[in-house]
């Protein structure tokens, strides 16, 4: 197996357990139009998935016409329950510091997004320009080209990168781009959900703390610090 050279991991669901909120908004935006939907359903469908590419699939599945303002609203109520309840994953920090491999962010989410979730988090420090986004590619998660750009941007082989993915759409990108796809299962907004993985998007493992990855894997870690 080739050596490691990268990691990438994914954003919301994996370092910062977001999800469950941006998924409980929605949800609730989406009721008062008509559209009725569960958890479930999110993170089969739209977990991983860029936020205009999710709006076009609610008007294409239930032909209901949103309007224009709908996105500003939506994004502007997702912010304000982000600077409430928005939390880092238990032993995220303590695991990249660790990390004896470079290392960097790909997110399907809006450059603001990122930028503001990362700071909320304190997380901004820790990455810095290591963070890229799907507004750089032409296509989005489940297509390879945000994992294939971030290797490309940190000079890695995409074979010898690993990705942290939690949703099925960023499983089916990292493996379309040939790299170790690890899932991670620790976030709320998997709770309680079956999570056996359809034949196209079966990770190589699946975690659900950095504690039991780390002790997965130790030889990608600098220290056997407790997390």
Same mark, same amino acid.
């Given at each position: ?13 994996? +370092? ?6 941006? $998924? ?16 479930? =359903?999110?993170?089969?469908? =739209? ?20 309007? %224009?303002? =709908?996105? $500003? %609203?939506?994004?502007?109520?997702? +912010? ?14 303590? $695991?990249?510091? %660790? ?5 960097? +962010? ?9 930028? !503001? ?32 750009? $971030?290797? !490309? ?12 993915? %939690? ?23 998997? !709770? ?17 703390? =950095? ?10 870690? +600098? ?5």
């Amino acid at each position: 197996m080739t050596t490691p050279e990268l990691i990438i991991f994914d954003c919301d669901g994996v +370092l910062i357990d977001s999800e469950v909120i941006s $998924a409980r908004q929605l949800i609730a935006e989406l009721a008062g139009y008509g559209v009725q939907m569960d958890m479930a =359903f999110v993170s089969r469908h =739209f977990l991983g998935r860029s936020y205009p590419v999710v709006l076009q699939e609610v008007r294409d599945r239930w032909g209901v016409q949103l309007p %224009d303002r =709908f996105e $500003a %609203d939506y994004r502007a109520r997702l +912010l304000a329950a982000f600077e409430r309840d928005l939390r880092v994953m238990p032993g995220v920090v303590a $695991a990249i510091r %660790d990390l004896a491999i470079p290392y960097c +962010l790909a997110t399907s989410s809006s450059p603001e997004r990122m930028r !503001k979730s990362l700071e909320i988090t304190g997380l901004s420090g820790v990455f810095g320009h290591l963070a890229f986004t799907a507004s750089e590619v032409a296509r989005g998660k489940p297509a390879p080209d945000l994992f294939l750009h $971030a290797a !490309k941007r940190m000079g890695a082989d995409p074979a010898a990168c690993i990705v942290i993915e %939690d949703s099925l759409n960023g499983i089916r990108a990292g493996l379309a781009a040939g790299m170790r796809v690890w899932r991670f299962t620790g976030g709320s907004h998997l !709770k309680g959900l079956d999570l056996t993985p359809p034949e196209d998007a079966i990770p190589e493992a699946s975690y659900d703390d =950095f504690a039991a990855l780390r002790a997965a894997h130790p030889a990608l870690f +600098l220290s056997e610090s407790v997390i």
